[in-house]
């Protein structure tokens, strides 16, 4: 089974700079990967897939790099509602799996 | 507009049975892999099964096999999950997703708003 494992649990931030978040993999998932958003109360929404990939309607100042087994997420320069929790998660077509990491917290410094 | 809306949660007790509901619209329902995934009160994400398009495979995550059953009708464009033996490390809030289109291991790209399930005597 793949573990994936998020960095930091938590980061504070101010709004307007940089924010990196960091998944690595127990093993090579290749660019499996994907990223969630995730607001109290609501669903995750899907912001990056495959690495790299932004989803349908995701603001250009979200990114997304890497391959193997380290991926970073980027908010160029952080809005106020970018201050929630973020997932990051692998796919596997087989065996089939779905691995999502711990989680990390982005609060306002 | 894709719009996905769960239903049948609430509470139960420990070694109970309950059906969750996940009523689709908006796209063709036939047409995509769906799944569940469950979040436990203040905890991450976890897969719990999925579907293939017209019902001939399913996965499960080992924690609810023999336990859950995953199926659909989509002639009513509609997913299930028969959840039996329920234990309350259960309890979570259950979201339908549908798969983003590459296959059993995917990506989720649209959620429900979650139905929550407590198991407690």
């Known amino acids: 089974e793949i573990v994936l494992t998020q960095s930091p649990a938590t980061l504070s931030l101010s709004p307007g700079e940089r924010a990196t978040l960091s998944c690595r993999a127990s093993?090579?998932?290749?660019?499996?990967l994907a990223w969630y958003q995730q607001k109290p109360g609501q669903a995750p929404r899907l912001l990056i897939y495959d690495a790299s990939n932004r989803a349908t309607g995701i603001p250009a100042r979200f990114s997304g790099s890497g391959s193997g087994t380290d991926f970073t997420l980027t908010i160029s320069s952080l809005e106020p509602e970018d201050f929630t929790v973020y997932y990051c998660?692998?796919?596997?077509?087989?065996?089939?799996?779905?691995?999502f990491g711990q989680g990390t917290k982005l609060e306002i410094k | 507009e894709v719009q996905l809306v769960e239903s049948g949660g609430g509470l139960v007790q420990p070694g109970g049975s309950v059906r969750l509901s996940c009523a689709a619209s908006?796209?063709?329902?036939?047409?995509?892999?769906m799944g569940w995934v469950r979040q436990a009160p203040g905890k991450g994400l976890e897969w719990v099964a999925n579907?293939?398009?017209?019902?001939?495979?399913?996965y499960d995550v080992d924690s609810v096999k023999g336990r859950f059953t995953i199926s659909r009708d989509n002639a009513k464009n509609s997913l299930y999950l028969q959840m039996n033996s329920l234990r309350a490390e259960d309890t979570a809030v259950y979201y339908c997703?549908?798969?983003?289109?590459?296959?059993?291991?995917?990506?989720?790209?649209?959620w429900g708003q979650g139905t929550l399930v407590t198991v407690s005597s």
């Open positions: 093993q090579s998932i290749s660019r499996y």
């Open positions: 998660q692998q796919r596997s077509n087989w065996p089939p799996e779905y691995t």
């Open positions: 908006g796209f063709t329902f036939s047409g995509y892999w």
């Open positions: 579907i293939k398009q017209d019902g001939s495979e399913k």
């Open positions: 997703a549908r798969s983003l289109g590459y296959g059993p291991g995917d990506y989720f790209d649209y």
